[in-house]
Structures are given as C-alpha cells and as structure tokens.
Nanobody, 122 residues
Framework: VQLQASGGGSVQAGDSLRLSCAVSGRTGSSYAVGWFRQTPGKEREFVAAITRSSSSTHYADSVKDRFTISRDKDKNTVFLQMNGLKSEDTAVYYC????????????????WGKGTQVTVSS
C-alpha cells in the first residue's frame, strides 16, 4: 500500500486549501484514513479521520467546523478541505492508513505517506 499526499501550498489567513491523499494498492480501500500534521520541534498531531465506508468521521477540536474530510471510493482518494485557515494550521500534513477500517482511532496508524507543506501567513 502506498499513499501520496498533495495539495499543500502557501496561503493567507482565511483562505482555503484542499489536500488529497491518493491511496494505491490492492487493499488500500479497506483501511480507515487519517490526516495528521507536524511542525518542527512538536509531536505529530491528529487532525481528522474517516472510516473505510465513509460512515464516520472525527476531527481534532482545533479544526472542527473548519476542516472536512471526505473520501472518493472510486478514485481511492481522501480529501481534507481546509477552510478559514489560521497561522497555527501551518505544518506538514500527512495521511495515513489504519487497519481498523470502520472504527476511528487517533493512534495506531500503520502506513504513512510523505507529507505536504501548508503555510498560512497572517
């Protein structure tokens, strides 16, 4: 299984970005997908997750009501729509797979992709 995150960039506070996580591999669609972010010197932080069936989602309090995670099963891609971006959202964003599939976890993710940088200027 391989993951490729994309869609990062440099924006102004209040702007929007949509990140994409392309999942390849025969069993990729059976996993739950999570988004995490990390800034230098800090631990990686859970952002959002979605189950393999898209029946459930979960968000960190810091992004709730601003970020939306969704999944396109046909394209095996998970999106993170980020609205109302703030300077504190600046980080490298990673997507990852969890084998639980239809249960949301904020830990225990097994496969990780390379990150995409999001920079928000105030």
């Amino acid at each position: 299984v391989q993951l490729q995150a994309s869609g990062g960039g440099s924006v102004q506070a209040g702007d929007s970005l949509r990140l994409s996580c392309a999942v390849s591999g025969r069993t990729g669609s059976s996993y739950a997908v999570g988004w995490f972010r990390q800034t230098p010197g800090k631990e990686r932080e859970f952002v959002a997750a979605i189950t393999r069936s898209s029946s459930s989602t979960h968000y960190a309090d810091s992004v709730k009501d601003r970020f939306t995670i969704s999944r396109d099963k046909d394209k095996n891609t998970v999106f993170l729509q980020m609205n109302g971006l703030k300077s504190e959202d600046t980080a490298v964003y990673y997507c990852a797979l969890h084998p639980a599939g239809n249960i949301i976890y904020t830990y225990g993710y097994r496969y990780w992709g390379k990150g995409t940088q999001v920079t928000v200027s105030s």
